[in-house]
Each structure stands twice: as C-alpha cells, then as structure tokens.
C-alpha cells in the first residue's frame, strides 16, 4: 500500500515550453503533497507544499510564477515549469501525505528526470 | 528545523550488519527520528521512525539515545540492494506533522 506514482518518468523538451508533471497517490488519499528537486551529487530540496484545495506554499527562492502546482483532488497535484530552461534540467520528486495511519511519513513518487535542451 | 550531522559515507560487506549514525543534539522534545533511503535514480523511500523508544520493522532497527541527541539505523544484513543514500531527519510531531528537509545523508556502499 501507500504507493505514489509519477508521470512522465523522464521528459525532454525545447527551451522555452511548459512540462507539466503528475503525481497521484494510487491506494491512498494525499491530503498534502510535496515537491522536491534533486540535482546531480546533490541532496533534496523541498520546492513547495500544497494540501488539497488550496494553494501551494513555496519555499524561499522558489519562484512560483514558474513552477505552478495544482493540488485539485486528493489523488492528483501537478506541477507545471513554465518556460522551462537549461538550469531547469533536474531530478523532480514528488511525495504524499494521508490520513491516519499515514500522517507520520511521507511516500515518495519514482521521480520525474526533466532535460531542457 | 533541529541540524543532523552524519557521516559521509560508510561501507560494508553483504550479510554483515551495518550501524548508521545521525547525531541531532538541537532535536526538540516533539521532534520524531525519521530515516530514509534513496536508492540509485528513485525517490526515496522511508525506512523507520521514533520518538524515544528503540523501534524495529521489517527494514531496520532504530537505537535511539536516551538524551535523544543521537540515534542509529541498524540493518541486520546488509545487501546489495541496501545500498543507498542514508538520511536521518528529525520531524515535528503531532497534529502539524512538519516537511521533511534532506541533509546530505550517509552514502552506504555493500561489497558483495
């Protein structure tokens, strides 16, 4: 159980075009994800949280005009980098909280391997 | 957010037990201990968790010290397939459960 999922895998795409990426819990309700970004050698960082509803909380630096988050069901956020660049080449991970008995972790999607050429 | 400190890496040899260590001596009082893996290209995935007891699952044993400024992730019998990038996170508990925030973690490599 807890299994979280991600769509696509792995993207390429031109500089200057939007990527959306999906995340869905599968057998579980996600009243909170998150977005992490991970690159190369270096450890997670948390781009922003957003809970079912409302809208996303981002974390300091993270420009939110460019990475939109859309939390619109209690399986699903997205996360769209809007006119993406070469520096937005990275390692996008996305995790999910639920109710009881899964409140205390958070389940990890496969991550997201976006190239921006 | 209380600071971890672990080493930067650690090796070991397959079905030879493996201790991990995590030093958070700034943990408050309503801090959990949370370890996670990352294998190779995945998300991580989570491991085991405590507030003062030791714990045990099917994964890992957590040792926790008394003083809660240190604990260790003990995997039994380590395989191949344990190696991984190792993080310990303290996490607020309760009913605002806090986010997680990855430190560089402890990067485990298993001989065969």
């Known amino acids: 159980g807890a299994v979280v999922s991600q769509h696509p895998s792995r993207v390429i795409c031109k500089s200057g075009t939007s990527v959306k990426i999906e995340c869905r819990s599968l057998?579980?309700?996600?009243?909170?994800m998150f977005w992490y970004r991970q690159f190369p050698k270096q450890s997670l960082m948390l781009m922003a949280t957003?809970?079912?509803?409302?809208?996303?909380?981002?974390e300091q630096g993270v420009e939110k005009d460019k990475f939109l988050i859309n939390h619109a069901s209690l399986t699903l956020s997205t996360l769209t980098v809007t006119s993406a660049h070469p520096e937005d080449s990275s390692f996008y991970i996305c995790?999910?909280?639920?109710?009881?008995?899964?409140?205390?972790?958070?389940?990890f999607g496969p991550g997201t391997r976006l190239l921006v050429l | 957010d209380a600071k971890t400190t672990q080493p930067n890496s650690m090796e070991s040899n397959e079905e030879e037990p493996v201790h991990l260590p995590c030093n958070h001596s700034?943990?408050?009082?309503?801090?959990?201990i949370h370890w996670y893996r990352q294998l190779p290209s995945q998300g991580p995935e989570y491991v085991i968790h405590?507030?003062?007891s030791n714990v045990n699952n099917r994964m890992a044993s957590l040792a926790i010290a008394e003083d809660r400024k240190s604990s260790t992730l003990i995997l039994h019998r380590a395989t191949l397939r344990d190696a991984a990038v190792y993080y310990c996170?303290?996490?607020?508990?309760?009913?605002?459960?806090?986010?997680?925030?990855f430190g560089q973690g402890t990067i485990l490599t298993v001989h065969p």
């Open positions: 957003s809970n079912e509803g409302s809208k996303a909380t981002y």
């Open positions: 995790s999910a909280r639920g109710l009881y008995p899964l409140q205390e972790t958070q389940y």
């Open positions: 057998d579980f309700q996600a009243t909170t």
């Open positions: 405590g507030l003062t």
């Open positions: 996170i303290p996490l607020m508990g309760g009913t605002s459960y806090g986010k997680l925030t």
């Open positions: 700034t943990i408050s009082g309503t801090d959990y």
